[in-house]
Each structure stands twice: as structure tokens, then as C-alpha cells.
């Protein structure tokens, strides 16, 4: 894949607008000014950079370069325009160039994983995508964001160190991985001859399990990612690519191995030498025992043998046999509770058991099925039959090792990863300073109460807005200390007195957020009161005796004229506005705002 | 086992001769001298489980005498003794319903064929 991979020395050849902006210092004053002064010197670029940066039809997302700069900061808005820059002017160069099919199929791919998880900047994530293949020490060079550069240095994603400071650079380095798995399978059409079909199924499975998506959810998921990339392909006039859909990659793959698959690998087995197998062969008569024996090393296995099924069950648990050879008849332990005993055994669930039975005992073999055994030969054995069973059980042996290291990889991921994001994920929900939920968390909530509310008339959502009355006098007043034991003591009794269905979040300042999810406005006004005069009686002694504060709550309903969730925050604002303008520590409702303005 | 190899005297009377080309085959040339290990086992085996087939049927320890008698079958096929594991296996069968009735007039049978079948495989252990 060398020769599809973005080249480094590119940067020393690029054209005029690349280095221009290697050349800017993301941390100097103007940086912002400079990047997008260069920045508009090519024509497409800064739609490029929005679109990027942004979702597709997401309203919140910047409309211009100015606002891009001012919510995401110099350095990776820097990051991702040299990105862009060397991939466009490449494509510009050549319009079939294949090197930036997989670095785009990586950043979208990131940036979508990104959003899924609720965690990390999807437009840091993109520029990761499009940049990393660059390595680690050509991207600080070209002083890319720390996080970018720690990403992909070795070790970062190696060990499992959760110290603050790495945590960015970890989930972007864990991200980045997801998204390589992705861009694998989204350009299977291109590099179809080399690829491991059971590897790309464990990856895949792999990042579902990490995405918490069940199987449908994650065709559509990687459904929109393929768009997305092919939408891009069009968009810097290269050839547009085939986006393989999930499904169809799964029968390949076979998931984790569907029938279809267990046929084809079966068949893959068959044509294949055989290898040599660790068996225990057990018999209680020595002649049948040595034949055993010497049939089973003839054919190339490893053999081990015992002389009765004590034995065996001891030898077994010891050697890990991958198969059991044992008579029926034997004393004391028979084959039958021999197989019993090891299928009871984590280790015996998986070994292959092929049960020798006598003539005669064939109408008890239901039985001998029944207590977990693979396959039976009929003794006196033929040699070459006994070898052809083994070899059908060799596939199932092999299969289930598959299956099982498969697994293995998957839960180790999934475990890792799962660790990882609830983490972020609970440090990217949570307000640092009064341990609430923030604001993003509050807009997730709302995203989903709103979808919830808009598709059934019967569920209506309301939301409170809280702002502390006269908090600049108490900051300026005691200062920030006590300031801040203020918004931890409200944070506290607003948590104490939300009931269920309404969570309150910290948006930012002295500034509250409660969801009220299935009420109309007079049941959030009474939540609104609820809390309202539970702060009111609260007493914060750091304010002196008797001190405390007290607030001001608008409440607003979900109606059908607004157009999305900002329009909800924005009505409840207005009624926050209206109690204040009425005298402060209040609660005013949007359908009260008219009186209550005409009241004050 | 194929009647068709029965012909003959000495060994290939009594002995499935394809079984013991198949044991002559199965050393190889790597271990030639498994059939004769084979043999010296069911020679140094076999009269001991004829002693536990009588010692059962005496004692009426049927268990025992099922048991003897599916060892000697599998180990009297191994060596191509057909006639004796054909006797085992009835014997087997009758103890597998938990009687005895009739094995005593399968015993000298089994004694005769042993015999037989011993003296045949010494001779080709040479």
C-alpha cells in the first residue's frame, strides 16, 4: 500500500498554499487572521474546510471560516487546512490519483466515529485521518496540535494510560484505529486479492461492539460514512468509488461465521494439507491402544495415550488436547463418562471427541450423542476411515480455534475500548466544577427528547433555563472562590430537587439547564417553582449568616412552529429575560412572557 | 474377515491375513516391528482376560466378564482372530443383559480358538 500513501516530502514541494501554512505559527497572536487570509487564496478551500469540519445539514455547525477559526481554535483548524490543501492540490495535479482515497476514507470515517461516541472533536478527528499516515515526527514539524502528534507516536495507543493530559490523544489514537478498520472494508474493491477476510470480520465486529450499535445500525452507520466518501471522491473530481455495503461484506466475511462461511472455510480446509493434531487416544485394551497409537502417528499427529478414563481425564486437563480418541467400554470411567466429565471442563467444551465403539453398540449411539460426543468409528477401525473422520473433526477444530481467538480479540477490544470511552465519554458529559452534566450533554439529551417529542403528539417537552440572580455581585463581592462554592451549593440543591424525567445540566456561567422530557409547560412550571423556592430556603453560609441566593426560571414548551431545539433554548431564554425584567427570583413561562412584560 | 482369505493352512486359517498385512503395513518401514509388538501384547493379554471370562462366570461378577470378553473382542480383531472375537461378541452380548445363561458352553470355545489363534500368531512372529 506504499504507493497509495500520501508522501511525505510532499511538504517541501507543495504548492505555494501548503507551506504557506506549515509556515504559520498556530500559536502566534493573529494566527487566526493570517491562517485565513491563506486559507482564501484557493478559491474552494474554505467550503471545503466547513464541510469538513462540520455535519452535513447539521445547523449548528460554523457557516463561515471566521466562526470554524473561533470554535475550533487556530491549530487544528491550521491541521486540517494543510490536510485538505495537499490532498486538493494532488487532486488538482492528477485527477486519478488514488492517494487520498484511503486518508479520506479514514478522516471520514474517524469523524463519524467521533460523533457516535459523543466524544472528542469530529474536525480534529478528520484532520487526524487525512494526516496521520504522514508519522508522527513530520506532523510536529509542521507543529501540528499535540494531541494529532501524540496520537499516533507509538505507545500512546499501546498501554492503557488514562492520566488526564493523554486522555485526548488516547481516544483520538483508539478512534483513529476504528477508522482504519472502516477504511479497510470500505475500499475492499480496491485491494480485494490481499485481503483477510476473518480479520476484516473481527475488526468489524470489533467497532459495532465499540459504537454500542446493533448490526442494523451499523449498515446505516457505515452506510453514510461510504456516502460521505464517495460524495467527497466527486467533490475533488476524482473517480467516484463503489462503496461496498456491510451486508454484502459480511458474507464474505461471514461475521463471526455464519453457515455459508463454516462451508467455505470447510472446503478451504479440505483442500489443504493436514496437520498434525494433539490427540488422546484412550483404550483399556493395550493391542487396540498400540494400533490406535500407531495409525494416529503414521498420519502425522501428536498422540498421547491412556489406559482408562481417570487417567485420561487427568492427562487431558493437563495436555489441552485439541482431539479425544476413546473406546465405550472401558472400566471404571467409560468413553461415554469421559466425554461427560470433559464437556463439564472450560478446557474439554472445545476439544474434538471421536468415541470408538464396538459392533453391536451402534443402537446406543444417540445416547453417545447426547453426552457431547463429535463422531464415532466402529472398532475394529479401519485406518484410513478413522483418518477421514479425524480430518472432518480437524475442520471443526479448526473453526472453533478461529472462532474462539476471534472472540478473544473482539472482547479484548471491546473491553479496552469500553473502559476508555465510558470514560471520556463521563468526562466529556460532566462539568468539571459542580460534577452536574454540561452543556453538551444537556444537548444531547435535548436531541433526543426532541426526536422523541416530535414523533409522538402525546409526548410533549418542556425545558427550564435557570440564571443565579445578581451572581456578579456575589463573585465581585466575595470573589471567585466563593463564586464558585455558590454554583457547587446550587448545583447541589438542583440535583437534590430535580425529580425523575428531569435532569438539570450546567450550560456554562451561573447559567442552568433542566430537560423536562414528557411535560407540558404548567407541569415545568411547577417543576420551575419546585426549585425555585428550594433555593430560595437554601442556606450557602460561605454568603454569611442567613446568606443565599436566589433565581430566576424560564420555562418553555416544545410547539410545533419551532423549527429545532435551538428555538426551544431561545424561548426559554426569553422567559428567563421576562423574570428578571418582572424583579428576579421568579418563574415565567413563554405563554406568560406577554403579561408579565406588560405587568413589570 | 472375507471368508475368501480363510484358505489355506497354519495362519491363514485361522487369521484374517488382510488384518495382518494391514498391521505389516500400518509399521511400516519406519516401525517394522509393530506387528510382532502387537502380537507379544495379545499373547501376553489375551489368556488373562479368558481368566477373568471364567472367574466372572464363576463368581457371577457378569460385569467382569462383559468387560473381558469386549477386550478380547477388540483385541482378537486387532490381530485378525475372527472366529475368537465372534465368540467374544456373543459372549459380551449375552452379559450386556445381565445373565450368564449359556456363556459355560461358549467357554471351551473360546479356549479351543484361543489356542489356535496363538499358535498361528507365533508362527508368524517367527
Known amino acids: ?600 | 474377515m472375507n471368508g475368501s482369505n480363510h484358505e489355506g493352512a497354519g495362519a491363514e486359517g485361522v487369521l484374517d491375513m488382510q488384518v495382518i498385512e494391514g498391521l505389516r503395513e500400518l509399521g511400516g518401514d519406519d516401525d517394522p516391528g509393530l506387528l510382532v509388538e502387537v502380537i507379544g501384547m495379545f499373547l501376553e493379554d489375551a489368556p488373562t482376560r479368558i481368566e477373568e471370562i471364567q472367574q466372572g462366570l464363576a463368581t457371577g461378577d457378569i460385569k467382569l466378564l462383559e468387560r473381558a470378553a469386549h477386550s478380547l473382542k477388540s483385541a482378537s480383531a486387532n490381530v485378525g482372530a475372527v472366529q475368537l472375537s465372534l465368540v467374544c461378541k456373543r459372549i459380551e452380548e449375552i452379559a450386556r443383559r445381565s445373565t450368564s445363561e449359556g456363556i459355560a458352553d461358549l467357554i471351551p470355545e473360546s479356549n479351543r480358538a484361543l489356542t489356535e489363534v496363538s499358535n498361528a500368531l507365533r508362527s508368524i512372529q517367527g
Open chain 1, 1 to 600: 500500500m506504499s504507493n497509495t500513501k500520501p508522501n511525505p516530502e510532499i511538504a517541501s514541494r507543495a504548492p505555494s498554499t501548503a507551506s504557506r501554512l506549515v509556515g504559520i505559527d498556530p500559536h502566534a497572536i493573529g494566527a487566526a487572521e493570517e491562517l485565513a487570509v491563506a486559507i482564501r487564496t484557493q478559491p474552494a478551500a474554505e467550503s471545503l474546510l466547513l464541510r469538513a469540519a462540520g455535519a452535513a445539514g447539521d445547523p449548528a455547525a460554523p457557516g463561515t471560516l471566521e466562526s470554524l477559526l473561533a470554535q475550533h481554535g487556530a491549530p487544528t483548524v491550521r491541521a486540517l487546512a494543510i490536510g485538505l490543501e495537499l490532498c486538493v492540490s494532488e487532486c488538482r495535479a492528477n485527477a486519478h490519483t488514488t492517494r487520498w482515497t484511503r486518508p479520506l476514507a479514514q478522516a471520514l470515517a474517524a469523524r463519524a466515529i467521533c460523533r457516535q461516541l459523543g466524544f472528542g472533536e469530529p474536525a480534529e478527528a478528520f484532520a487526524l485521518g487525512l494526516v496521520h499516515e504522514f508519522g508522527s515526527r513530520v506532523l510536529a514539524d509542521w507543529k501540528m496540535p499535540a494531541q494529532l502528534v501524540q496520537a499516533i507516536t507509538p505507545n500512546a495507543a499501546g498501554e492503557s494510560r488514562f492520566d488526564a493530559s493523554e486522555d485526548d490523544a488516547l481516544g483520538l489514537s483508539r478512534i483513529l484505529s476504528q477508522a482504519i478498520f472502516l477504511a479497510e472494508a470500505l475500499e475492499v474493491d480496491a485491494v480485494r486479492a490481499s485481503i483477510d477476510w476473518a480479520r476484516m470480520s473481527t475488526r468489524l465486529e470489533a467497532v459495532r461492539e465499540i459504537l454500542e450499535l446493533d448490526a442494523r445500525r451499523f449498515s446505516t452507520f457505515f452506510g453514510g460514512v461510504g456516502r460521505d466518501w464517495a460524495e467527497w471522491h466527486a467533490l475533488l473530481g476524482l473517480p467516484v468509488p463503489r462503496v461496498p455495503e456491510l451486508e454484502q461484506l459480511q458474507r464474505r466475511t461471514g461475521g463471526i461465521l455464519p453457515d455459508e462461511d463454516v462451508v467455505r472455510a470447510l472446503e478451504s480446509v479440505s483442500t489443504s494439507p493436514l496437520k498434525g493434531l494433539r490427540i488422546l487416544a484412550v483404550d483399556d485394551d493395550p493391542t487396540s491402544l498400540k494400533v490406535l497409537e500407531r495409525s494416529l502417528r503414521k498420519s502425522g499427529h501428536e498422540v498421547v495415550t491412556a489406559v482408562n478414563g481417570n487417567d485420561a481425564l487427568r492427562i487431558a486437563l493437563e495436555m489441552h488436547p485439541q482431539a479425544v480418541i476413546a473406546d465405550w467400554m472401558m472400566p471404571e470411567m467409560d468413553g461415554l463418562d469421559l466425554c461427560k466429565a470433559l464437556r463439564r471442563s472450560e478446557l474439554g467444551r472445545s476439544v474434538f471427541f471421536l468415541l470408538l465403539t464396538g459392533r453391536g453398540e451402534e443402537d446406543r449411539i444417540v445416547e453417545a450423542f447426547d453426552a457431547g460426543v463429535d463422531d464415532y468409528v466402529t472398532k475394529p477401525f479401519n485406518s484410513k476411515i478413522l483418518m477421514a473422520r479425524l480430518k472432518g473433526g480437524q475442520r471443526v477444530i479448526e473453526l472453533q480455534e478461529r472462532v474462539e481467538a476471534n472472540r478473544r480479540v473482539v472482547m479484548k477490544q471491546v473491553a479496552e475500548m469500553g473502559l476508555l470511552t465510558r470514560k471520556l465519554r463521563n468526562a466529556a458529559h460532566t462539568d468539571a466544577l459542580t460534577e452536574l452534566p454540561n452543556r453538551r450533554y444537556a444537548m444531547v439529551r435535548l436531541d433526543a427528547e426532541w426526536a422523541a417529542s416530535r414523533s409522538s403528539t402525546e409526548r410533549p417537552l418542556s425545558v427550564i433555563l435557570i440564571d443565579i440572580d445578581n451572581f456578579k455581585r456575589v463573585n465581585d463581592t466575595y470573589g471567585h472562590d466563593v463564586g464558585d462554592a455558590v454554583l457547587k451549593e446550587v448545583a447541589m440543591v438542583l440535583r437534590a430537587n430535580a425529580r425523575h424525567g428531569e435532569e438539570a445540566a450546567r450550560m456554562g456561567g451561573e447559567e442552568f439547564f433542566v430537560v423536562c422530557a414528557n411535560a407540558n409547560e404548567s407541569q415545568a412550571r411547577i417543576a420551575g417553582e419546585r426549585l425555585r423556592s428550594a433555593i430560595e430556603r437554601h442556606v450557602i453560609t460561605s454568603l454569611g449568616q442567613g446568606g443565599g441566593v436566589t433565581i430566576s426560571v424560564g420555562v418553555a414548551e416544545r410547539t410545533p412552529e419551532m423549527p429545532n431545539q435551538d428555538a426551544l433554548i431561545k424561548a426559554s431564554d426569553q422567559a428567563v429575560y421576562a423574570a428578571k425584567a418582572a424583579g428576579r427570583n421568579r418563574v415565567v413561562a413563554l405563554s406568560e412572557v406577554g403579561n408579565v412584560a406588560q405587568s413589570a
